[in-house]
């Protein structure tokens, strides 16, 4: 039904900066929020930052100052653009949207992307 396509992660120096994107497709009606949440190994998956329809984001203590998030409600995209990394913030990245399908009811699904991976060497 929603197909979201995550891109960009990588490997990048400490300090540097990437870029990750996140396109959901398929019978969407709205996307009331869309987010980027990671997972590094042997820890649990954690909010890094989110972004409603009227553009109100929440971002990570951890992250704050650092992670910027946007979104593209036309092309129904999402950005994490992601300076100043550092080895902790490796782990991967997945994007998560809360949408309302064509169906005809007002009802909201939660659909992930398969998950990007971001590495910091330390």
């Known amino acids: 039904q929603v197909q979201l396509v995550e891109s960009g992660g990588g490997l990048v120096q400490p300090g540097g900066s990437l870029r990750l994107s996140c396109a959901a497709s398929g019978s969407i009606f709205k996307i009331n929020t869309m987010g980027w949440y990671r997972q590094a190994p042997g820890k649990q998956r954690e909010l890094v930052a989110t972004i409603s329809s009227g553009n109100s984001t929440n971002y990570a203590d951890s992250v704050k100052g650092r992670f910027t998030i946007s979104g593209d409600n036309a092309k129904n995209t999402v950005y994490l653009q992601m300076n100043s990394l550092k080895p902790e913030d490796t782990a991967v990245y997945y994007c998560?949207?809360?949408?309302?399908?064509?169906?005809?009811?007002?009802?909201?699904?939660?659909?992930w992307g398969q998950g990007t991976q971001v590495t910091v060497p330390s």
């Open positions: 998560k949207a809360i949408v309302i399908l064509r169906t005809g009811i007002s009802v909201q699904y939660q659909y």
